[in-house]
């Protein structure tokens, strides 16, 4: 047995928890760390912790992993805001009413069977976080919850208005360290999903700190790597998140689906400059007490947009981005291209009787909500799109399962408020759940040769004499600005053409790319494999939108600017010879007749 199932690991150097093997590259003598256990875990945000307590609740020896820190990155520690489950107790709710408003956010493209399971898990998946100590806020001895855009009831609930998201992943860290059949290593990047006989046997990963590969032996495996925001200039996200789920899933032989819609969050804060707070943290000031979204002129626009804001402050993120880009485009932006959030109708005293301190840590960066107007802006925010999985979180890989953000399908085309946290518990328990059971089921498949073949691939793509002047951190850089200007909230065929043609020529580069040969802290090797994924990743998203000529939820077409219903289909990718293909498809509709909706009444 490896010595990675004895006990629990945090921090003892790989040497000291790994197997070493010897194995002769193309060029040298390479001596290498080897890891084995039942699931291993791709990143290790709140659907990666999760997905491992559940992994081992269900027997499973589990190693959770993340390119970062274990537990301190990826979307759910940023959030600040709320998450939409149907407990009903504020007021009567159910779980077909919050299905029926997801569907109807996801505007026909939802993959029912993905959103029935998030809304009806979630209730179950809160009240267990409840119980290992997350602090929900409480109103008279029940949860405390609130409305939200897109919301028909009082659904949301919260730890507080900016720190829901730290306060949930501070809960899932505790509980990750308590249970010894959990290993955590930080710093490690996989880059490549190993493969034998169809089956995922393990993984390919590269140690942050001093480059050195390190080959693990796995019964099954979890992306849980979250998303792919970081491919734009303008977002919202946590630095490390730039697809390299999809990537390593397109590579190991997987599917993606909806790749085209990419949410931009329509309030993202622009200025004055904030620090230390999310930059999405403005929606429940909004909703809550009213904020209005005006243009550089001081006028509410909303209504000219195909949806009624004034006194309501509902419009759904899709209405609200295409809203705010179109007045900004028509000249009636502001000073940093977006529109301001003006709280000035609404008296100091009853800010601070609803977000208390936040009033005081936005004075500390000069922001008095009283006396002066925010600007915000769309930015990425969130990717509907992903791994095609069924409703135990399985590829079509066998072994290779997908959680969180990673999975696409359950939201459509567009995302409803509150949505993302749920499917982080949700997804991550059943994909670690499910997981643990089939590793029973299967015995190791494993060969040493795997490993050396990807690593002996990699030295081959980088063996051509550097003669770029480029470096990694550079193209990448370049690659946001361009998915921002060419790809971002409103699209056109010359534009997505045009970006496209730019990826081709990026993902020819890569092997012209300086490298160095440093060992310790190699930054431009770690910046080459993220930009192989987001390379990967970007031309998904790219190719996706070309291919859907209509505007629809999150994706709008400038050239296309309505909706098609012959394109009610959701399109799906796979690799065939080395180039992305397309099919479509249509969406997976739940058999209504055959369905029972669990009700919750306050």
Same mark, same amino acid.
């Given at each position: 047995?490896?010595?990675?199932?004895?006990?629990?690991?945090?921090?003892?150097?790989?040497?000291?928890?790994?197997?070493?093997?010897?194995?002769?590259?193309?060029?040298r003598?390479?001596?290498?760390?080897?890891?084995?256990?039942?699931?291993?875990?791709?990143?290790?945000?709140?659907?990666?912790?999760?997905?491992?307590?559940?992994?081992? +609740?269900? !027997?499973? =020896? /589990?190693?959770? *992993?993340?390119?970062? $820190?274990?537990?301190?990155?990826?979307?759910? &520690?940023? #959030?600040?805001?709320?998450?939409?489950?149907?407990?009903g107790?504020?007021?009567?709710?159910?779980?077909?009413?919050?299905?029926?408003?997801?569907?109807?956010?996801?505007?026909?493209?939802c993959?029912?069977?993905?959103?029935?399971?998030?809304?009806?898990?979630?209730?179950?998946?809160?009240?267990?976080?409840?119980?290992?100590?997350?602090?929900?806020?409480?109103?008279?001895?029940?949860?405390?919850?609130?409305?939200?855009?897109?919301?028909?009831?009082?659904?949301?609930?919260?730890?507080?208005?900016?720190?829901?998201?730290?306060?949930?992943?501070?809960?899932?860290?505790?509980?990750?360290?308590?249970?010894?059949?959990?290993?955590?290593?930080?710093?490690?990047?996989?880059?490549?999903?190993?493969? +034998?006989? !169809?089956? =995922? /046997?393990?993984? *390919?990963?590269?140690? $942050?700190?001093?480059?050195?590969?390190?080959? &693990?032996? #796995?019964?099954?495996?979890?992306?849980?790597?979250?998303?792919?925001?970081?491919?734009?200039?303008?977002?919202?996200?946590?630095?490390?998140?730039?697809?390299?789920?999809?990537?390593?899933?397109?590579?190991?032989?997987?599917?993606?689906?909806?790749?085209?819609?990419?949410?931009?969050?329509?309030?993202?804060h622009?200025a004055?400059?904030?620090?230390?707070?999310?930059?999405?943290?403005?929606?429940?000031?909004?909703?809550?007490?009213?904020?209005?979204?005006l243009?550089?002129?001081?006028?509410?626009?909303?209504?000219?947009?195909?949806?009624?804001?004034?006194?309501?402050?509902?419009?759904?993120?899709?209405?609200?981005?295409?809203?705010?880009?179109?007045?900004?485009?028509?000249?009636?932006?502001?000073?940093? !291209?977006? =529109?301001?959030?003006?709280?000035?109708?609404?008296?100091?005293?009853?800010?601070?009787?609803?977000?208390?301190?936040?009033?005081?840590?936005?004075?500390?960066?000069?922001?008095?909500?009283?006396?002066?107007?925010?600007?915000?802006?769309?930015?990425?925010?969130?990717?509907?799109?992903?791994?095609?999985?069924?409703?135990?979180?399985?590829?079509?890989?066998?072994?290779?399962?997908?959680?969180?953000?990673?999975?696409?399908?359950?939201?459509?085309?567009n995302?409803?408020?509150?949505?993302?946290?749920?499917?982080?518990?949700?997804?991550?328990?059943?994909?670690?759940?499910?997981?643990?059971?089939?590793?029973?089921?299967?015995?190791?498949?494993?060969?040493?040769?795997?490993?050396?073949?990807a690593?002996?691939?990699?030295?081959?793509?980088?063996?051509?004499?550097?003669?770029?002047s480029?470096?990694?951190?550079?193209?990448?850089?370049?690659?946001?600005?361009?998915m921002?200007?060419?790809?971002?909230?409103?699209?056109?065929?010359?534009?997505?053409?045009?970006?496209?043609a730019?990826?081709?020529?990026?993902?020819?580069?890569?092997?012209?790319?300086?490298?160095?040969?440093?060992?310790?802290?190699?930054?431009?090797?770690?910046?080459?494999?993220?930009?192989?994924?987001?390379?990967?990743?970007?031309?998904?998203?790219?190719q996706?939108?070309?291919?859907?000529?209509?505007?629809?939820?999150?994706?709008?077409?400038?050239?296309?600017?309505?909706?098609?219903?012959?394109?009610?289909?959701?399109?799906?990718?796979?690799?065939?010879?080395?180039?992305?293909a397309?099919?479509?498809?249509?969406?997976?509709?739940?058999?209504?007749?055959?369905?029972?909706?669990?009700?919750?009444?306050?």
């Open positions: 047995m490896s010595a990675l199932r004895k006990g629990n690991h945090t921090g003892l150097p790989l040497q000291k928890i790994a197997k070493l093997n010897h194995y002769t590259s193309t060029s003598e390479v001596l290498m760390p080897h890891l084995s256990t039942d699931v291993l875990i791709v990143g290790a945000g709140g659907a990666g912790m999760y997905a491992a307590i559940a992994a081992a +609740r269900g !027997g499973a =020896a /589990v190693l959770l *992993l993340d390119k970062g $820190q274990v537990g301190r990155g990826g979307a759910t &520690i940023m #959030a600040q805001m709320t998450v939409a489950v149907a407990l107790e504020q007021e009567p709710d159910s779980v077909q009413l919050h299905l029926q408003d997801t569907l109807n956010a996801g505007r026909g493209l993959n029912e069977e993905l959103s029935l399971l998030l809304c009806a898990d979630g209730p179950a998946r809160i009240r267990e976080m409840d119980e290992w100590g997350t602090r929900w806020a409480r109103e008279n001895g029940h949860i405390k919850q609130e409305m939200a855009p897109g919301h028909s009831v009082k659904r949301c609930c919260y730890v507080d208005f900016l720190n829901t998201g730290p306060a949930v992943a501070a809960t899932l860290r505790r509980k990750v360290g308590e249970i010894a059949a959990i290993r955590r290593i930080s710093n490690l990047a996989v880059v490549e999903i190993l493969v +034998r006989d !169809g089956r =995922a /046997v393990g993984a *390919l990963a590269l140690n $942050q700190i001093d480059g050195q590969f390190i080959s &693990i032996e #796995a019964k099954a495996v979890i992306l849980a790597a979250g998303g792919l925001t970081k491919l734009f200039a303008r977002n919202s996200a946590s630095a490390n998140m730039g697809g390299e789920a999809y990537a390593l899933a397109l590579w190991a032989g997987a599917q993606l689906v909806d790749m085209e819609f990419v949410q931009f969050f329509p309030i993202g622009l004055p400059r904030l620090v230390g707070m999310d930059p999405i943290m403005w929606d429940p000031f909004r909703y809550k007490l009213g904020g209005k979204l243009n550089g002129k001081f006028e509410e626009f909303i209504d000219r947009y195909g949806s009624t804001d004034f006194g309501k402050y509902n419009a759904t993120r899709d209405v609200a981005a295409y809203a705010i880009l179109k007045e900004v485009e028509a000249g009636r932006g502001t000073p940093h !291209g977006g =529109a301001y959030l003006d709280f000035r109708h609404i008296g100091e005293s009853q800010l601070r009787a609803a977000f208390g301190p936040v009033i005081d840590r936005l004075l500390t960066n000069g922001i008095d909500l009283a006396k002066t107007p925010v600007e915000v802006g769309p930015m990425a925010h969130y990717h509907m799109g992903g791994v095609r999985v069924d409703v135990n979180m399985q590829t079509r890989v066998a072994g290779l399962y997908a959680a969180g953000e990673a999975v696409g399908g359950a939201n459509g085309a995302r409803l408020s509150g949505n993302a946290i749920t499917e982080a518990f949700v997804f991550g328990e059943r994909a670690g759940s499910r997981a643990a059971e089939q590793v029973k089921k299967f015995t190791d498949n494993w060969h040493d040769t795997l490993a050396r073949e690593i002996d691939g990699f030295h081959k793509a980088r063996e051509a004499d550097s003669t770029d480029a470096t990694p951190i550079a193209l990448q850089a370049e690659l946001q600005e361009l921002w200007e060419k790809a971002g909230p409103f699209r056109t065929g010359a534009k997505l053409s045009a970006a496209l730019r990826i081709g020529q990026m993902q020819r580069q890569l092997a012209q790319l300086p490298v160095g040969a440093e060992k310790q802290f190699n930054l431009d090797l770690q910046d080459w494999f993220e930009l192989r994924a987001m390379l990967t990743t970007a031309k998904a998203i790219v996706s939108a070309l291919a859907r000529n209509e505007s629809r939820g999150a994706h709008q077409r400038e050239d296309f600017p309505a909706p098609d219903d012959s394109l009610l289909k959701n399109q799906v990718l796979e690799l065939q010879d080395g180039a992305l397309t099919t479509w498809i249509d969406p997976v509709r739940l058999q209504k007749n055959n369905v029972h909706y669990p009700e919750f009444r306050s």
